[in-house]
T-cell receptor
Framework: KAGVTQTPRYLIKTRGQQVTLSCSPISGHRSVSWYQQTPGQGLQFLFEYFSETQRNKGNFPGRFSGRQFSNSRSEMNVSTLELGDSALYLCASSLDHRRLGNTIYFGEGSWLTVV | SQELEQSPQSLIVQEGKNLTINCTSS?????LYWYKQKYGEGLIFLMM?????EEKSHEKITAKLDEKKQQSSLHITASQPSHAGIYLCGAADNYGQNFVFGPGTRLSVLP
């Protein structure tokens, strides 16, 4: 079956703009998590959605938001982009929100460059 | 909050050599995941360990979780250039809610 699909793979935005990234989880998976990866900070948890509800949120400003649709697809949005938002954004899916015993699969990521 | 440390930070080995990467937690591990990442790409799931003393193998990679569940090791036997990449350990806290990653170990395998 298809893996986690993220679009777009690469994008360049200007400071102050906003961006929307999309993630389609593995079929049957209802939990979607988002992570930001930068060379300096490593992998950091953004938020997690399960059954269209945000269950958990990392320590990121309110400019970072997300949502999940009834088909489990998820989007994340970053408004008023800053240079420091340049990163690889990774989406992960799992069967449900429980972290114990559930394998978490990652997509290829979306490379965002803010200029 | 739970923090994961990995050692070494980077590793360069000759093809055919064995190597070990360690992941240490500040708290008890209730689920420990190992992933491999090629630069700029997504994470590839390798193994998940839950029980103290558990050991799993896949091809030439073996992962172990110690009895106290605070340290895990990833061992690669007879390394190949295809093993090169960044190895990350990740873990859930005891509530199964938050998921954190270690800083990663960059492995280079020289042919």
């Amino acid at each position: 079956k298809a893996g986690v699909t993220q679009t777009p793979r690469y994008l360049i935005k200007t400071r102050g703009q906003q961006v929307t990234l999309s993630c389609s989880p593995i079929s049957g998976h209802r939990s979607v998590s988002w992570y930001q990866q930068t060379p300096g900070q490593g992998l950091q948890f953004l938020f997690e959605y399960f059954s269209e509800t945000q269950r958990n949120k990392g320590n990121f400003p309110g400019r970072f938001s997300g949502r999940q649709f009834s088909n489990s697809r998820s989007e994340m949005n970053v408004s008023t982009l800053e240079l420091g938002d340049s990163a690889l954004y990774l989406c992960a899916s799992s069967l449900d929100h429980r972290r114990l015993g559930n394998t978490i699969y990652f997509g290829e990521g979306s490379w965002l460059t803010v200029v | 909050s739970q923090e994961l440390e990995q050692s070494p930070q980077s590793l360069i080995v000759q093809e055919g050599k064995n190597l070990t990467i360690n992941c240490t937690s500040s708290k008890t591990l209730y689920g420990l995941y190992w992933y491999k990442q090629k630069y700029g790409e997504g994470l590839i799931f390798l193994m998940m360990l839950q029980k103290g003393g558990e050991e799993k193998s896949h091809e030439k990679i073996t992962a172990k979780l110690d009895e106290k569940k605070q340290q895990s090791s990833l061992h690669i036997t007879a390394s190949q250039p295809s093993h090169a990449g960044i190895y990350l350990c990740g873990a859930a806290d005891n509530y199964g809610q938050n998921f954190v990653f270690g800083p990663g170990t960059r492995l280079s395998v020289l042919p």
